[in-house]
């Protein structure tokens, strides 16, 4: 098949290399000239693991091809993708569509002939009325543009093989059996052929589903980060905790991490976006709870910050501290919303000096946070300090010999914020350790 990606961020171009790899002829659409260049060399603009090898892939072979011109992409195809972001309106929890309604404008005009707009981008429910209706009555088409819903449940650091290999396909339309359908599954037919579960819905169940995956997910989380502060305070280990309910089938450990808490740009967005939509729905009561989820998870990173300046004697005022990690989580360049971040920004603002050290995300964090200082080794970023925490789980830091560390420190003391270091090994060597939720 031949078919567009309109919006070429972490989704889009994502979406566009994993088509290609499928067979397809796909055309990839932005406005951002910088990053249409990048992805015709190849290359993508963020750090995903693998998508790098398919876009140099099929950008060699033609199959794939990048563009800002909407008239290119409407003439390219019938079938067209909007993968554009849909970030948290400032200062709201409420999705802000600016950039959704601006694609479907730009795109209506030129479609001349039937085609088919399969949305991806996350959405409050009731957005698919809106985007058919704007098509119709800015479309020369009309009415033989169909709107399908399909929404993306990627994992940063496992896009590549979640768009492959998804754990399930959510397709939504407005009327069964429909040409948005029959293409749709004819775009998708590896996928379900190699037996992925496949969802046909409405537009409304559809564009609920990333949402509710993600709040229900932050809730797992933040259940047992609250459990964490119950162990704190009574000498539980909340690492064994969450292993015994992890054997009940009903609840799963998958997903279920004490520490730090979640980050990032869909989860915080998706609960909050959630939440408000219901707001607006008069169903907002109902998920009162999401309130106290979006709590828990930011009283996580105040928890990390008083830890630490228990551990300072209550004063961080010219303490020099070590931070491992500034991405939200392993495996990605993104700071979106990142704990480690976030606690780093309050220590300094208390008066420490602090390094960050990140595998990936250095440079991302340097532009925004310009005010800490940073190393790209690991080891060395503990010279001289006083206080050393752990807050993304980037394996490497794991397998990092404590002892190695003991003699560059000036005070050897490490806060465990995501669980994954050996405590044993660490006060082995001579470090006082602590961990959220642990004794």
């Not at 015994?244 to 989860?267: A, Q, S, T």
């Amino acid at each position: 098949m031949k078919l567009t990606v309109i919006g070429c961020g972490y989704l889009g171009a994502t979406h566009a290399a994993c088509m290609a790899e499928l067979g397809h002829e796909v055309l990839g659409m932005d406005s951002d000239i910088d990053k249409i260049h990048i992805l015709n060399s190849g290359k993508a603009p963020f750090h995903e693991r693998g998508l790098d090898d398919l876009l140099a892939k099929h950008t060699a072979s033609g199959r794939l091809t990048f563009t800002a011109s909407y008239a290119e992409a409407a003439a390219f195809a019938d079938l067209h993708f909007i993968g554009v972001g849909t970030p948290q309106q400032p200062g709201k929890h409420a999705y802000d569509l600016t950039h959704l309604f601006a694609a479907v404008r730009q795109l209506a005009p030129r479609l001349t002939d039937a085609a088919v707009i399969a949305v991806k981008s996350t959405v409050p429910v009731g957005t698919a009325p809106r985007v058919r209706d704007l098509l119709h009555a800015h479309a020369p088409a009309r009415d033989a543009v169909e709107v399908a819903w399909n929404p993306e449940f990627l994992r940063e650091s496992f896009a590549v093989e979640d768009t492959l290999r998804p754990d399930r396909l959510v397709l939504g339309f407005d009327t069964a059996h429909s040409r948005a359908e029959t293409m749709l599954r004819q775009c998708y037919s590896q996928i379900i052929d190699a037996g992925a579960p496949t969802i046909v819905t409405d537009w409304a169940t559809a564009e609920l589903a990333k949402s509710a995956a993600n709040a229900f997910l932050a809730t797992k989380i933040s259940f047992i980060n609250a459990i964490a502060e119950v162990c704190e305070a009574s000498g539980a280990d909340v690492g064994q905790l969450a292993d015994i309910l992890g054997h009940d089938v009903r609840i799963g450990r998958r997903g279920m991490r004490p520490g730090l808490g979640f980050g990032g740009g869909c989860l915080p967005k998706d609960l909050r976006g959630l939440l408000a939509r219901a707001g607006e729905l008069g169903a907002g009561q109902a998920l009162a709870l999401l309130g106290e989820v979006d709590t828990i998870n930011n009283r996580r990173r105040q928890r990390m910050i008083d830890l630490a300046r228990e551990q300072m004697g209550g004063d961080l005022s010219g303490k020099r501290i070590t931070v491992w990690g500034a991405a939200f989580k392993p495996g990605t360049d993104d700071i979106r919303d990142s704990p480690a971040l976030a606690v780093a920004q309050h220590l300094h603002e208390l008066g420490a000096t602090v390094t960050v050290t990140d595998p990936k995300a250095l440079d991302n964090a340097r532009k925004q946070h310009p005010e800490l200082d940073y190393a790209d080794d690991p080891v060395a970023a503990v010279q001289d300090t006083d206080l050393l925490l752990h807050l993304t789980e980037w394996p490497q830091y794991s397998r990092i010999d404590p002892a190695r560390l003991a003699a560059r420190a000036a005070n050897t003391a490490v806060i465990d914020g995501r669980g994954t270091l050996n405590a044993d090994a660490w006060r082995d060597a001579g470090w006082t350790f602590k961990a959220l939720g642990r004794p």
